[in-house]
Nanobody
Framework: QVQLVESGGGLVQAGGSLRLSCAVSGSIFSINVMGWYRQAPGKQRELVAS???????NYADSVKGRFTISRDNAKNTVYLQMNSLKPEDTAVYYC??????????????WGQGTQVTVSS
């Protein structure tokens, strides 16, 4: 069973930094993409950043130049380095893994989420 466990959230002042981690465990056949999403109160969940096995990255316009997604294959961990944080970055951040199974099915997994709060 695949599990994603996030850590690293917390309370930070505007302009500060946080690094989120997503540890992946379980058997995975073929990763399509991994990503970080966030959901603020009253808003829809949105993609923040994603990374493919070939290390192709994609970012939401609102975080470009401030956030960096990376992965450590040896540790089965994906990171989100968040710099120059703004109050509007406040949300629950979720790790996401999209894979193709051995039988060709597309499977999507989510972590439990970690709260990031940026004070002004």
């Amino acid at each position: 069973q695949v599990q994603l466990v996030e850590s690293g959230g917390g309370l930070v002042q505007a302009g500060g930094s946080l690094r989120l981690s997503c540890a992946v465990s379980g058997s995975i056949f073929s990763i399509n993409v991994m990503g970080w999403y966030r959901q603020a109160p009253g808003k829809q969940r949105e993609l923040v950043a994603s990374i493919t096995p070939s290390v192709r990255t994609n970012y939401a316009d609102s975080v470009k130049g401030r956030f960096t997604i990376s992965r450590d294959n040896a540790k089965n961990t994906v990171y989100l380095q968040m710099n120059s944080l703004k109050p509007e970055d406040t949300a629950v951040y979720y790790c996401n893994l999209d894979e193709t199974s051995r039988l060709g099915a597309r499977l999507v997994y989510w972590g439990q989420g970690t709260q990031v709060t940026v004070s002004s």
